[in-house]
């Protein structure tokens, strides 16, 4: 078998599966006596007929059905390999539309750093929005993948948690509650509370959270960012409910706590999501397989931004006082 070439296989693969030298010839442009030779020499490999010829008609043997599988297989096989080239060159200078929920600028811009670092090529755009924002650029089709706190119920996706998102409740250090252990929600919804603008994807988690215990919080203040919200909380207007990657890196040094609230941290998922039935494109799919490692990613870069002895995405259950450099 070792002598027999790619062009024996493809003739007889060809044959077997269109039963007929004369198709096969025609199939492959070739003389009816090439493809015979062919054949003829491939069987001299094989040391076994590989057809059985009955009338007309020509068939199988058993020799010949074991190595039609294997054509199949290894055809199967280049066809992956030529696939697999073809993303590559693709990677070279292919581009890649993402829009991401605001609170995803804590950790998105720096996962795409990371990914440009290593496909060089790649054009990048990132858009930066809040969830009902976004989620009318996944209905228009308007960027290749989308990165949001919770997948859209009302619209056809395919959609992937990726990464840990915990809901944090925060104070401003010198708070009362800040010492207490296991606070209830109760005792937080008598606090004035400071809430993200409507259309806010971290807003609709927090209002479910209190409709669950039947509580509603005492909102004081509507803030159209995560930013205005924690220097609020650290003016002393109130308390509020974020995503613990609002705290990495840029938090405000020793001036936030995050209280110890029962239940809390609420354990959310970031996903990410493309309408369903999209061809992605090959950048595209790069990116996913490099959101598959995000969180190894991210504790990686955190933990050598941080100069405290934690990190601050990493997930931890008891309450810490944030000072982040
Ligand atoms: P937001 O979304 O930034 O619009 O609040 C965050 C989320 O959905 O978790």
């Known amino acids: 078998m070792r002598h027999s070439t790619l062009r024996q296989l493809e003739v007889f693969e060809s044959i077997a599966r269109l039963g007929s030298f004369t198709r096969a010839a025609e199939e492959l442009c070739l003389a009816q006596p ?66 991401v929920v605001t609170t995803a600028k804590y950790f998105a811009p720096r996962l795409l750093g990371m990914f440009c670092r290593q496909y060089p090529g790649v054009d990048v755009s990132l858009k930066v929005t809040n969830r009902e924002r976004l989620l009318e650029r996944l209905i228009n089709n308007q960027d290749d993948l989308y990165i949001l706190g ?60 209190f409709s669950e215990q039947g509580l509603q919080p005492k909102t004081r203040m509507e803030l159209g960012s995560n930013e205005a919200i924690k220097q609020a909380v650290i003016g002393g207007l109130g308390i509020s409910i974020l995503s613990r990657h609002t705290l990495a890196l840029d938090a405000p040094m020793g001036q936030l706590a995050v209280l110890d609230v029962q239940d809390f941290p609420i354990n959310r998922q970031w996903y990410y999501a493309y309408l369903s039935g999209k061809k992605i494109s090959v950048v595209a799919e790069a990116f996913l397989s490099y959101l598959k490692q995000a969180p190894k990613h991210l504790t990686d870069l955190s933990c050598h931004h941080a ?6 995405l990493i997930h931890e259950n008891k309450p810490s006082i944030i000072s982040i450099k």
Request: with cysteine.
């Open 150 to 209: 919770q997948p859209p119920k009302e619209i056809d996706t395919v959609a992937q948690a990726f990464l840990e998102n915990p809901l944090v409740v925060l104070a401003p250090i010198d708070h009362p509650l800040v010492n207490k252990k296991k606070v209830t929600l109760k005792r937080i919804a008598e606090e004035p509370f400071l809430s993200r603008e409507l259309g806010s994807g971290t807003r609709i988690a927090i209002e479910r959270i």
């Open 307 to 312: 100069e405290v002895g934690h990190c601050p």
């Open 34 to 99: 090439t493809v015979s030779i062919q054949i003829k020499k491939l069987t001299g490999e094989v040391g076994l007929p590989l057809f059985e010829q009955i009338g007309k008609k020509i068939y199988l043997t058993d020799a010949g059905r074991k190595l039609y599988q294997t054509c199949s297989d290894v055809f199967e096989h280049f066809a992956h390999f030529e696939t697999t080239i073809a993303d590559m060159k693709g990677l070279k200078a292919g581009k890649l539309k993402l829009a």
